[in-house]
Each structure stands twice: as C-alpha cells, then as structure tokens.
C-alpha cells in the first residue's frame, strides 16, 4: 500500500467528463492524518504505520493514550495502514498523494437496516399470490431438514431472515473523477457504502 487517507461520505452527485458525459459520483471530505507511530520489519515483524484522525474530547480517550498522544491531540479514529512507510510521528498525510484518474480500493460499513426477511435479504420470489396462498406470501419456504440432502439439520450459510447491512464493504478499481485540494474534497466514480457522515477509508497499492 503506498497511499491511504480517511475521510467522510458527504452525498452524491455528478460530474461531467472532457466529452460532456454524465459520471455519477459520490463526494467524500477528507481531512489530513497524523503520524502516531512508525512500525518497521525489524522492530515490529512487519511495516506499517499508524495514522490519528479527527479529535474528540480528551476525557474519551484512555489514559495511555492521552501519555502518548499528548504532543499530538485526542484522536477521534486511529488506524494502522500495512504496507505504508512515509512519513515520521507528528508528521501528516494529505490529499496531495492523489490524483485525478488514479484508481483506488474504497471502504465503509453499509447501512444498518435491522432485522429483513428473505425477500429484502436476498431477494427471494415469495410465494403464488393466488392458487390457495394464504398468509405465506412472504415466507421462505423449505430450508431442508427431515431426512434430505442435509441429514435432518440445517446447512451452514442457509439464505434465511436476519439482520441486513451494517457489513464491511470494500470496493476495487474505483477511479478518481474530482479532486478538489482547497476544500479537501474527493469525488470517486459510483455509490461507496454507508449513509452521509459514514467513515471511509481509501487506499491504493
């Protein structure tokens, strides 16, 4: 990994291209992380570096932290990018390592949205609306059991109700189609997960 930065999802919107096509685009604020610590193959079995962002009252953080910290400021987020070396403690990391056109991996916790039945979740059909269905229309039907191919159980990974969103989602390949430095501003092609004000990560190798 050689460039990494955090930042939060603001909406979207649209951007025109050079030919004057329409490319919808998600905008995310971006604010400048703090070097916390350096860590070194040889000092620590691998490189990375940990990396403070946003402040947050100085009573919420633990006491250790607040003796490590206290040349640096009460870090709302940390975070430990694998991979990236540059950088020395208090010194920053700003939008200036990316460009218009690079191509990034994008990251955020999708929307929460509670407890789903199978049809929301995944999609299902549901039942005839007609022909005798009563009160089923929404159900999932079978999921095995008796004596068939599961052997009296249910399957592990079984497509069933549950709790939907609020999942780790990471996407690849995602272009650069904006940036603007004065207002710290990055405008990256298609939907990124989580609602407005969600923490995203955005890294490139």
């Known amino acids: 990994m050689s460039k990494f930065i955090l930042g939060k999802k603001l909406g979207m919107t649209q951007v025109f291209d050079a030919s004057g096509a329409v490319i919808p685009a998600t905008l995310i604020a971006v604010a400048p992380l703090t070097v916390i610590r350096v860590k070194t193959k040889e000092r620590d079995g691998y490189t ?23 040349d640096l400021g009460p870090f709302a987020v940390v975070r ?16 200036s390592q990316f460009a218009e056109g690079d191509e990034v991996i994008v990251s955020g916790v999708s929307k929460a949205k509670g407890f789903a039945g199978v049809m ?11 022909h005798g269905t009563k009160h089923a229309h929404r159900e999932p039907g079978s999921i095995g059991g008796g ?8 399957v592990k990974g079984m497509r069933m ?28 092609k298609g939907a990124v997960p989580g609602p ?8 490139a190798d």
Not at 50 to 61: E, I, M
Not at 173 to 184: F, S, Y
Not at 196 to 203: F, H, V, Y
């Open 48 to 70: 990375a570096v940990q990396l403070g962002y946003g402040r947050r009252r100085p009573t919420r953080v633990a006491k250790a932290q607040r003796e490590e910290w206290k």
């Open 80 to 95: 430990e990018a694998r991979g990236l070396s540059q950088g020395e403690r208090a010194s920053t990391i700003d939008i």
């Open 120 to 130: 929301k979740r995944h999609g299902f059909h549901g039942a005839p609306a007609t």
């Open 147 to 154: 004596g068939g191919r599961a052997g009296g159980r249910v």
């Open 161 to 188: 109700a549950g709790r939907m969103g609020a999942d780790h989602v990471t996407r690849r390949g995602v272009p650069i189609v904006k940036i603007d430095a004065e207002h710290n501003i990055i405008a990256v």
């Open 196 to 203: 407005r004000g969600a923490l995203i990560e955005i890294r």
